[in-house]
């Protein structure tokens, strides 16, 4: 399938630059699945648009402060360490990382960079002009991940060019494990009133986990959807959770995925019969327009930028004539698209 075939027109006015608040008063799109008419709400209306009985698995990745900024040793340049991916255990004292290095021709193997008002130092561990990737060691103190939390600053989307407010706002209100550079967007629109209602509809949350990179947001640079490679992703699906997504399907509720991540993590996790398993591990699932679905019944999602791995995966979710044309139709009643938009759920 050609790239160009998930391409959209967008007015820029329509690029989110904060959230809604409170959150839950953000547009909700309600699109069935093939066919028939949309239907317009508000996120907080979201539970009574699913029946009793159903599940929502939501991910419980929580946003690194990944960007930190500190100076070469000894020439003072500054220099941006933006932290892409952890590649050591937790149990590592000078945990290694994936990381993108900004003003990088500065910097080369064995260089360090101090930063200000901390012990902790990045020593230059492998340098990859070709991808511009670097890998390196963070040490220093004796809780790096503490430091990390102290002193870095949350990375928003580069299409978010005028937030100046509170950046725990991209944070989900399940975020619990850090390590993500980028928030699960779906779940933004969540708040504990939503969740009281969805409760009280007896709608059972279950929790995954699928660790964010930003090569999910990356664009699909090739011409045909089929030739790009997607990053691997570290997720899990804990067997409770899968026994439970089980017998709730059993039951005859459906499973709603939150999020493109929580798809790709379900559809890993499960086996040809449409049965859950417990699963830990990467997982690089590409899921384009042609795949069979065979573990979500729905998918709440937001609104994806052209040429992109998520909207290559809702459109094999829905057709791609089916999610043009309710893009064309959020676009014309003027829903806000990407990370701080509106929601979309389709069943």
């Known amino acids: 399938m050609r790239t160009d075939a998930l391409d959209y027109s967008l007015p820029e006015d329509l690029i989110a630059q904060e959230p809604v608040s409170p959150r839950d008063e953000s547009k909700l799109l309600f699109c069935p699945r093939h066919e028939g008419p949309y239907e317009i709400h508000v996120f907080r209306e979201l539970p009574g648009l699913m029946n009793p009985g159903d599940a929502i698995v939501t991910n419980s990745a929580r946003v690194m402060p990944a960007r930190l900024f500190g100076y070469k040793y000894p020439t003072g ?5 933006f ?6 255990d937790d149990s590592s004292l000078n945990p290694r990382f994936k990381a993108l290095l900004r003003r990088r021709r500065r910097l080369g193997k064995g260089d360090r960079v ?3 008002e901390s012990g902790m130092v990045g020593t230059v561990v492998t340098s990859d002009e070709e991808v511009g990737e670097d890998i390196v060691e963070l040490s220093g103190v004796e809780d790096v991940e503490a430091e990390i ?3 870095g600053r949350i990375p928003l989307p580069p299409y978010v060019k005028h937030y100046d407010g509170d950046v725990g706002k991209y944070q989900t209100v399940f975020a619990r494990i850090s390590g993500s550079v980028a928030a699960p967007t779906a779940g933004l629109h969540f708040t504990e009133r939503v969740l009281k209602a969805l409760e009280e509809r007896e709608i059972h949350r279950i929790e995954g986990y699928l660790r964010v990179g930003w090569g999910t947001f990356s664009p699909i640079r090739t011409e ?3 030739d790009h490679d997607l990053h691997a992703e570290f997720g899990v699906l804990g067997d409770d959770a899968a026994s439970e997504l089980n017998e709730i399907r059993k039951r005859g509720g459906r499973i709603i995925a939150v999020g493109t991540t929580m798809t790709r993590l379900l559809e890993t996790a499960v086996d040809d019969s449409g049965v859950l398993r417990q699963f830990s591990g990467s997982t690089a699932k590409y ?3 042609g795949y069979e679905f065979r573990a979500i019944d729905g998918l ?3 609104f994806h930028l052209p040429r992109t791995s998520l909207l290559a995966l809702v459109a094999a979710f829905t057709g791609v004539e089916r999610i043009l044309d309710a893009y064309r139709f959020a676009v014309e009643n003027r829903f806000r698209f990407y990370s701080f938009g509106d929601a979309m759920l389709i069943l």
Not at 83 to 88: I, V
């Open 83 to 88: 932290l892409l991916e952890r590649l050591t």
């Open 224 to 226: 045909r959807l089929e």
């Open 300 to 302: 709440l999602t937001n």
């Open 287 to 289: 899921i384009t327009p």
């Open 149 to 151: 939390e102290r002193i």
């Open 114 to 116: 101090l930063f200000p």
């Open 77 to 81: 340049a500054r220099i941006e360490v």
